[in-house]
């Protein structure tokens, strides 16, 4: 069964992501005190500022990593930000 929810207002939800930036308060503490889930207010932020959210880049990181991984095994580039644990050995 899907959970029910309310469209929250264009002035309120401009109003909670003010809160977010000037406030100093926690996302999940303005999730609570507005009962919106912590996921909903981070989507606004992202689309208010056009930035990706934080876990597309920690994605990309990743796959950054991994691609730039194979390219110093097979070059013998010694450098350890590129060399996985088992490398390091």
Not at 21 to 38: F, L
């Amino acid at each position: 069964m899907s959970t029910p929810y309310n469209k929250v207002s264009k002035d309120l939800k401009n109003q909670i992501l003010e809160r977010v930036k000037t406030s100093g308060k926690s996302i999940d503490e303005i999730s609570q005190e507005h009962g919106i889930g912590k996921t909903t207010i981070y989507e606004w932020l992202r689309e208010s500022t056009g930035e990706a959210p934080v876990r597309d880049l920690v994605k990309l990181q990743k796959e950054n990593k991994e691609n730039q991984e194979p390219w110093a095994y097979a070059t013998g580039y010694e450098d350890r930000r590129y060399a996985s644990v088992s490398q390091r050995a």
